[in-house]
């Protein structure tokens, strides 16, 4: 082996690496290179990946396919300031992608970013550590993330930028959190925005002055934001940029701002002064381009909203430059003079105003337009005219708006329903209007918008049926329309207003008779129980429509209360049913006479009509053809006996189809023993003088006819339960005719006694007990045997049916109390 060779002087140290030029020719290899520990091929390779991102999606795809965020999301945080910056340039062009973006909100890289955003850093840094943030700020998460990583303050403080990509990347990212969240737009005013972002309103780039104006809109709805507006002369600014004709492209925004800034009245007197409500008549006034003048017209709508600022807009006259404006040729600024109507119409002087300068006519006409934003804004403006306005309803009536806003109900918008429904209900005050609205059908238009799950809707809806219902054949064109189901449904709704307002309906329906009894049917009533049991749900007007509904069905009160007062008076259909617990359902006489037969206690109902039918049988029939009748089904009209005498007559009558029984109409049987009854209690009862003997004569009478007299110690040999039973069973129904009952008990007694008192005007409750106990209550006054004198507060008695029959005992002594319970 030879010798080793002498080392000579100056050679590298054995661990020295010779330099190596790196050329990567493919992504994969630049994306590698991002690990590297070396700053130099770091800064290199960053750089290669922004040169490639900036060709196009599919290289921004291909990267992070290739894994380049991760590594770049770590990179902006080096040490090395131009490695930042590289990553920085990368980051920020990539993240343009929707699929970047949705990969660096899970990457949680926000924190990171708005770390960076420090004056300390270079401007480079800060424009695509913004462009990055832009891109992101237009998801809600990235928003919310911003925000809580107080990405505010430094976008604020980078308004001052001297880069106006900076301060274009920072307003857009401002923009986007301020649009839909109040606390971002409070902390805009609270970090001290409002003056730098003034400022930027001189910037050279028309795309910075629109973000600016944008925000400021967004940022001054906020009442201390306004103040602080005006202290930094942001009118005058803005008035600045609407007296420049070159920045035209610049007064749609800024007429936005203003409208927002002008809301309070310091504000319009402020801008007044300087002249730019002269300069806003201006803008309206001229036909400039249409997005304008829309504009412009906004901006009246948003200052009309206080009632200081409608005043000084109408001493300005603008009722007639609106007026002018329905006829305009453009639909966006047709639909904003009827929105600044509609906001005027809330000040009284206005609302004459528009109706004198033919404005109301005007309005009219516009719902025969196609365009269907433009009709909904009208209807909205014609609900704001006749609010409060019967003259102006009237005037709508004269423009034939009547049946144009009855075919608005039907259409599929809900706030054009919602405001026809309105206008038709402040129309429907005047019975003349009324009339002529009830003969166009509204009542069915009213019902598929009764279904609606809009609340606007739904308020609108039936204030105008509130309205309407006031009149009888309004209230029968509802049920028959089947309108008392969605109305009922209404009964569920936790909407104060909705509930409110269908009470308000249901207690003027239920005046009617039929329709209170389809009402209960339709489970209102256990709706009104359940609501009048909730603490936060009940309400006089829910109370008062069951107390309605129950006077108007007093079955169904009889049922519940077990009372009726001295001013129920029993009718013909009313049906004892028994007692019913709260919140269950009581059967409609017609439903328990439909019924398969039952182990129960009948109900007994009251019919005192006397059709031709039974007159002219009562003058050729005899007692026993008489009792014959009771045998007929209670559930079919009698038709036998009409079939006999078309026999008699020979089939000489017309003939008739035959009815199957399913089209044959239910209807109540007959009772003509109440019939003669009645007849006797007028003969007998009436010419009495003394009232008192009038009680207790009709007491004896009712004992007479249910059974006489019966002694307290013999009442269990009282067989009222078998007769009654046989009652049932011979006529196959659980309905009985009270007078047909021979014998009966204290229930039957109570009721024929009150059914009988009511039909010959003498006044008497009938209170139901326990155990099949009923009685009469009565007022009478106590005379005196030593004199002529009579107390002068009445004494109650409880009227004797079975016991001693016409014996009045005095109301809670121990005789009426062991008459009312066992």
Not at 334 to 353: E, F, G, L
């Amino acid at each position: 082996m030879s010798k080793k060779a002498k080392k000579e002087t100056g050679t590298p140290h054995k661990d020295t690496f010779d330099p190596v030029l790196v050329e990567g020719k493919t992504p994969e290899t630049v994306v590698l290179l991002l690990s590297s520990t070396e700053e130099d091929i770091l800064i290199k390779a960053c750089e290669a990946v922004h040169t490639y991102a900036e060709k196009g999606d599919e290289n921004k795809v291909s990267l992070l396919g290739l894994g380049a965020l991760k590594p770049l999301c770590q990179l902006i945080t080096h040490n090395n300031k131009l490695v930042r910056c590289n990553a920085f340039m990368a980051l920020g062009v990539m993240a343009s992608n929707n699929d970047v973006k949705n990969v660096l909100k899970k990457m949680d890289a926000i924190p990171s970013i708005i770390d960076k955003l420090s004056l300390e850093e270079d401007v480079v840094i800060h424009e695509f550590a913004t462009l990055c943030l832009a891109c992101l700020s237009v998801d809600s998460i990235c928003k919310v993330q911003i925000s809580h990583n107080k990405g505010l303050p430094p976008l604020i403080q980078l308004l001052s930028s001297p880069d106006p990509d900076v301060q274009k990347n920072s307003l857009e990212i401002i923009y986007n959190l301020v649009q839909k969240d109040y606390e971002d737009r409070l902390k805009v005013h609270e970090l001290g925005g409002i003056a730098p972002l003034l400022e930027l309103l001189k910037s050279d780039f028309p795309v910075i002055q629109h973000l600016v104006l944008k925000i400021l809109h967004n940022v001054t709805t906020d009442k201390d934001s306004r103040k602080t507006f005006r202290e930094e002369q942001g009118f005058e600014k803005l008035m600045d940029i609407l007296s420049n004709m070159e920045w035209n492209d610049l007064h749609t925004e800024a007429l936005q701002a203003v409208s927002n800034c002008l809301s309070d009245s310091e504000s319009l007197h402020l801008i007044h002064e300087v002249g730019g409500l002269t300069r806003l008549m201006e803008f309206i006034q001229t036909p400039n381009t249409p997005e304008i003048q829309s504009s412009a017209v906004k901006c009246i709508t948003g200052i009309a909203q206080s009632s200081e600022n409608c005043k000084l807009l109408h001493e300005q006259n603008i009722e007639k430059v609106l007026v002018e404006l329905l006829s305009a040729p453009d639909f966006s600024v047709r639909i904003s003079t009827c929105q600044a109507v509609s906001v005027m119409s809330r000040h009284p002087a206005s609302k004459d105003s528009f109706k004198d300068l033919g404005g109301i006519r005007a309005v009219v006409q516009l719902l025969k337009n196609e365009n269907l934003s433009l009709r909904q804004a009208a209807t909205q403006a014609l609900s704001s005219l006749t609010d409060n306005s019967q003259v102006n309803a009237f005037a709508v009536y004269e423009a034939g708006g009547l049946e144009l806003l009855v075919q608005q109900l039907c259409g599929s918008c809900p706030r054009m329903v919602a405001n026809s429904a309105a206008t038709l209900g402040n129309m429907a005050e005047q019975e003349v209007i009324r009339c002529s609205i009830l003969s166009r059908g509204t009542i069915q238009a009213l019902v598929e918008p009764l279904k609606s799950t809009n609340t606007q809707v739904l308020i609108s809806t039936v204030h105008c049926l509130a309205r309407l219902a006031s009149d009888t054949e309004a209230r029968a064109q509802l049920q028959s329309a089947g309108g008392l189901q969605p109305l009922v449904s209404l009964l569920r709704s936790y909407h104060k207003e909705v509930l409110h307002k269908t009470c308000m309906v249901i207690n003027m329906c239920v005046s009617d008779k039929a329709t209170a009894v389809e009402m209960c049917k339709l489970g209102a009533l256990e709706r009104l129980q359940e609501i009048n049991q909730s603490v936060n749900r009940r309400c006089n007007l829910s109370e008062l429509a069951m107390i309605s509904l129950l006077n108007s069905n007093l079955s169904v009160k009889y049922s519940l209360t077990g009372h009726l007062a001295s001013t129920d008076i029993i009718t013909d259909g009313f049906y004892d049913n028994g007692k019913a617990s709260a919140g269950q359902r009581i059967l409609t006489l017609e439903e328990l006479s439909m019924q398969p037969i039952t182990q129960h206690h009948p109900s007994i109902a009251v019919n005192t009509t006397e059709t031709e039918e039974d007159v002219s049988e009562e003058r050729q029939s005899n007692t026993s053809e008489r009792d014959t009748n009771s045998k007929t089904d209670y559930r079919t009209p009698r038709k036998k006996k009409a079939d006999d005498r078309q026999k008699e007559d020979g089939g000489q009558k017309e003939e008739t189809q035959p009815q199957t029984p399913a089209e044959k109409p239910w209807k109540m049987m007959d009772d003509e023993s109440l019939q003669i009854l009645i007849k006797k209690a007028k003969e007998s009862i009436l010419p009495l003088n003394n009232e008192r003997e009038q009680y207790a004569a009709l007491a004896r009478l009712v004992s007479t006819a249910m059974g006489g007299e019966v002694k307290m110690e013999n009442l269990h040999e009282f067989s009222w339960v078998l007769h009654i039973s046989k009652l049932k069973f011979k006529l196959q129904s659980n309905v009985v005719p009270i007078g047909l009952i021979k014998k009966g008990f204290y229930r039957h007694r109570a009721l024929l006694f009150k059914c009988l008192a009511d039909c010959i005007g003498l006044s008497c409750t009938l209170v139901r007990g326990e155990y099949n106990r009923a009685w009469n209550e009565v007022l009478l006054f106590d005379g005196s045997l030593s004199s002529n004198r009579c107390s002068s507060q009445p004494s109650r008695y409880i009227v004797d049916l079975i016991h001693q029959p016409g014996n009045l005992l005095k109301a809670n002594s121990p005789a009426a109390e062991q008459y009312q319970t066992i």
